[in-house]
């Protein structure tokens, strides 16, 4: 969490643990989570930009955010095993770097994806 600056993305943000955390130290964090359950916890616990959506359904504008994280096993945001990899066509490792690609589109040029 040290290199957390300016603008985060939390994919997968559960009940909010990261978020709420790095919201308290002052940062501007938007959690997602494909769980609507999981988004109204965290909704409950105070965090203030929560939504509920799919990986595969992220769409904001290029350099939106500084930081992404994606913390703990976050490979279930895609629902199975299956659907993240065979649903799709494509090898696994395929399937990752792609997201991978489509992730850093969102972050400004000169950040980190964690």
Do not use: W
């Amino acid at each position: 969490m040290e290199f957390v600056k300016g603008r985060v993305l939390d994919i997968g943000c559960g009940a909010g643990r990261h978020s709420l955390y790095l919201q308290k130290k002052g940062f501007d964090v938007l959690g997602i989570d494909s769980s609507p359950l999981a988004i109204k916890v965290c909704k409950l616990r105070g965090l203030e930009k929560a939504k509920v959506m799919a990986i595969e359904d992220i769409n904001f504008k290029p350099d939106s955010f500084d930081r992404i994280i994606m913390m703990g096993n976050n490979f279930g945001l895609f629902g199975s095993f299956n659907r993240g990899t065979h649903d799709y066509g494509l090898p696994e490792s395929t399937v990752l770097s792609n997201m991978e690609k489509r992730l850093k589109e969102l972050r400004k040029q000169e950040t980190t994806l964690f």
